[in-house]
């Protein structure tokens, strides 16, 4: 299978899956400044660094409606927070990827990123 990028949201995966020198572009998304300064010393690595910014857009009506699928806020409230943070840095990352030239539509991206939230982060 071909792809073009690999999208990481953990440093330590995406430092060592650059010490294999993959031909795709390692694009390590985090909400650091001092995360993605250390990712530039990793050959392969293209540190993206987001914003922390709220989730949701407003529709017609004023009622938020959030990036992916367009999710209502009643459904996207059963969701965990975490989840929501989750999908949106995906989405950023995959817009910054196309305007960057990196990923065009169509494109194969595998995403790794962790299944649970980092308590020691979240307190």
């Given at each position: 299978m071909d792809f073009n990028s690999i999208i990481f949201f953990c440093y330590r995966s995406a430092q060592l899956i650059a010490q294999y020198r993959p031909r795709a572009v390692i694009m390590a998304v985090t909400r650091s400044l001092k995360t993605a300064r250390h990712m530039h010393l990793h050959r392969g690595c293209c540190p993206v660094y987001i914003a922390p910014t709220r989730n949701t857009n407003y529709d017609k009506d004023g009622e938020p409606l959030f990036k992916q699928h367009h999710i209502s806020a009643n459904q996207a409230l059963s969701m965990s927070e975490w989840l929501l943070d989750v999908d949106a840095r995906v989405i950023?990352?995959?817009?910054?990827?196309?305007?960057?030239?990196?990923?065009?539509?169509?494109?194969?991206?595998?995403?790794?990123?962790?299944?649970?939230r980092n308590t020691l982060i979240d307190k």
């Open positions: 950023d990352a995959i817009k910054l990827g196309k305007a960057r030239g990196i990923v065009s539509t169509g494109d194969a991206v595998i995403v790794l990123t962790g299944w649970v």
